[in-house]
Antibody
Framework: QVQLQQWGAGLLKPSETLSLTCAVY????????WSWVRQTPGQGLEWIGE???????TYNPSLQSRVIISEDTSTNQFSLKLMSVTAADTALYFC????????????WGQGTLVTVSS | DIQMTQSPSSVSAFVGDRVTITCRAS??????LAWYQQKPGKAPKLLIY???TLQSGVPSRFSGGGSDTDFTLTISSLQPEDFATYFC?????????FGQGTKVEVK
């Protein structure tokens, strides 16, 4: 059974870069598209973007100019960088996987609360 | 983007009640719809995908239906562990988008 474990800084100042990493345990790393999703009380769940097994990335146009998602197949990890954060980026961030051709998310990481405050 | 609208935003029900949640897409998504359950402080859990296929391990009291733009999630007999928030997600067109959630509360 595939499990995800995520980590990263939880408190940032405005204009800093959010950086989170997600490690994949069990299963085949190349069988999934790996995504980041965030959740806020006001905006609900928002898909940020994904990286597939060949390293190709797709981003939500709403965040595309500030996001980089990358993968490291040697360590079975993938990462999120969100640049120039503001208070509006305060959210609970999840990593998640979707099997090829499925586009629905299972498994999920445990979530990381990221707060942006001066 | 495809907008997903859930109704109601919250529902109060007794254990044993039948509960139905609706999700409407702003344009046709065929059967590319998933449902998730989320409990406080936890990640969403995939319940149903492709409109009506139960994820492994999900109890049969959960069922999904619909097509094109209108979809439902039904819990046939609500159990204490089912009190949670439920989200729909369209998996038809990037960017993937979610409904705003329906909170199922104890009456």
């Amino acid at each position: 059974q595939v499990q995800l474990q995520q980590w990263g800084a939880g408190l940032l100042k405005p204009s800093e870069t959010l950086s989170l990493t997600c490690a994949v345990y069990g299963g085949s790393f190349s069988d999934y598209y790996w995504s980041w999703v965030r959740q806020t009380p006001g905006q609900g769940l928002e898909w940020i973007g994904e990286v597939n097994h060949s390293g190709t990335t797709t981003y939500n146009p709403s965040l595309q100019s500030r996001v980089i998602i990358s993968e490291d197949t040697s360590t079975n990890q993938f990462s999120l960088k969100l640049m120039s954060v503001t208070a509006a980026d305060t959210a609970l961030y999840f990593c998640a996987g979707a099997t090829t051709g499925g586009n629905w998310f299972d498994p999920w990481g445990q979530g990381t609360l990221v707060t942006v405050s001066s | 983007d495809i907008q997903m609208t859930q109704s109601p935003s919250s529902v109060s029900a007794f254990v044993g009640d039948r509960v139905t949640i609706t999700c409407r897409a702003s344009r046709s998504i065929s059967n590319w719809l998933a449902w998730y359950q989320q409990k406080p402080g936890k990640a969403p859990k995939l319940l149903i995908y492709a409109t009506s296929t139960l994820q492994s391990g999900v109890p049969s009291r959960f069922s999904g239906g619909g097509s094109d733009t209108d979809f439902t999630l039904t819990i046939s007999s609500l159990q204490p562990e089912d009190f949670a928030t439920y989200f729909c997600q369209q998996a038809h067109t990037l960017p993937w988008t979610f409904g705003q959630g329906t909170k199922v509360e104890v009456k």
